[in-house]
């Protein structure tokens, strides 16, 4: 139907804030932490992201000992819908 279709474009059409002109380059002043195995590569990538969303310093939290609380951290803010502050 023409609402059914309506609505499926309406999903197409991208925030404002997810447009490339939006965008702002982040360009740390060090390195950032580096996992010692091949599969916590996402973890650290996103907890790099979610602590320069926060402000906070990705090199106290992000260390491969803590990989199992930063995955369970994440499931509890995928299931709120709601980052939670880093320390």
């Given at each position: ?8 474009m ?25 996992q ?32 199992t ?19």
């Open positions: 139907t023409k609402k059914a279709r309506r609505q499926r309406d999903l197409l059409t991208p925030l404002p804030a997810v447009e490339p002109r939006h965008w702002s380059v982040f360009a740390p002043k060090k390195t950032s932490p580096q010692d195995n091949a599969v916590d590569c996402g973890i650290f990538s996103t907890q790099t992201a979610v602590h320069q969303i926060w402000g906070t310093s990705v090199w106290e939290c992000v260390k491969a000992e803590n990989m609380a930063l995955r369970e951290l994440m499931a509890i803010e995928l299931k709120n819908g709601k980052l939670l502050p880093r320390c």
